[in-house]
């Protein structure tokens, strides 16, 4: 598979490996750069992982006992939303972006659509507290898991006792979240020399890619982790992109440049989803793009907006990014809910 290990250090606070709860090797991808996520700090185990894929999926976590997070991130769609432009939440309460694949998150320094929040171990707060996501306090949150029989068993696997934190909430989540890691694409097959091969139109629109497309959607990793604008028509928006989190002018309208890995199963597209296909996605670079405020220069070359693509052209990138989806990672029992 062309992985290699990468050992995890034992720090305090952290789960306790032990022959009961043994360690959780983490791997990096041969095609992969090296992770950002410090793992010295929280090393994964058997039970913390258990733990945290046990969080992701529990309704305890919102305000109503309904709503967990695999909802708006479901495993067969990338752990996106399917099909909704925009996340729902309790009693059906509509949020006001896209929701983001999870996927390859220790490569991360930066979440959501404005990255809001620069740590994965502070992720989960975003969507608990939020009042059209699950609508909870983490307080809450803790006082409902004491209460049940499963919990204090399971946090007692993980960290040694019964003892439910803020702390150890966190901890585990990321844990599970770490492992999911989508890198065995045909794409990846083919570029580590796997036995894969591509089509005259994948390799056609590989190279394409390569030339219009991998400035902003670079490396391995398919993103660049940058904050920029477009080109969407913005008439009447309110979303102002990472404007909200920086208050700088320069960042208005400016949003992630999103992984592209299984982007062929994580419609619709953009921070609000106003793109139900690739097609529809590659007609506005090449046709749609907008004079807006802080339009990204990439965007804007020789007085000529947006990016040059025939008709051909696109048909072949969109081979190309079917390519990246990966049904091992789709279809893996061990992020599914049991």
């Not at 150890?168 to 492992?179: C, E």
Request: charged content about 25%.
């Amino acid at each position: 598979m062309g992985l290699l290990s990468v050992s995890l250090l034992l720090v305090w606070g952290c789960s306790s490996p032990n022959e009961s709860n043994p360690e959780v090797s983490f791997t990096v991808p041969a095609n992969f750069p090296e992770p950002v996520y410090p793992f010295e700090r929280n090393p994964m185990t058997t039970a913390g992982v258990e733990l945290g894929k046990a969080l992701f999926n529990e309704p305890l976590l919102s305000r109503d006992n309904t709503f967990a997070c695999a909802e708006c991130h479901s495993q067969p769609y990338g752990f996106t939303h399917h099909g909704h432009d925009v996340s729902h939440g309790i009693n059906n309460l509509m949020g006001t972006r896209n929701s983001l694949p999870l996927q390859n998150l220790a490569w991360e320094s930066s979440f959501f659509w404005d990255g809001g929040v620069f740590d994965l171990d502070l992720v989960p707060i975003a969507p608990i507290t939020n009042e059209v996501e699950l609508g909870e306090n983490t307080k809450n949150v803790l006082d409902k898991l004491r209460a049940t029989k499963k919990y204090p068993l399971l946090f007692k696997k993980a960290f040694g006792s019964e003892e439910i934190t803020t702390e150890r909430f966190l901890k585990a989540f990321s844990q599970f979240m770490l492992t999911l890691v989508s890198a065995n694409s045909r794409y990846d097959k083919f570029i580590r020399k796997e036995g894969e091969n591509l089509t005259a139109d994948e390799q056609a629109g590989l190279k394409l890619f390569e030339q219009k497309c991998s400035s902003c959607h670079q490396g391995a990793l398919f993103t660049d982790h940058s904050f920029r604008n477009n080109g969407l028509f913005i008439q009447g928006v309110k979303d102002v992109g990472r404007a909200r989190v920086t208050e700088l002018e320069k960042d208005k309208y400016t949003f992630r440049v999103p992984s592209l890995r299984n982007v062929a199963v994580t419609g619709p597209y953009m921070h609000d989803g106003r793109f139900y296909t690739l097609e529809a996605v590659l007609d506005h670079y090449a046709e749609g793009v907008q004079d807006t405020q802080n339009l990204d220069p990439l965007l804007r070359q020789n007085n000529t907006r947006g990016i040059a693509l025939t008709s051909q052209e696109r048909q072949q990138i969109v081979a190309f990014l079917k390519t990246l989806t990966d049904e091992e990672f789709l279809k893996n029992k061990r992020f599914a809910a049991e």
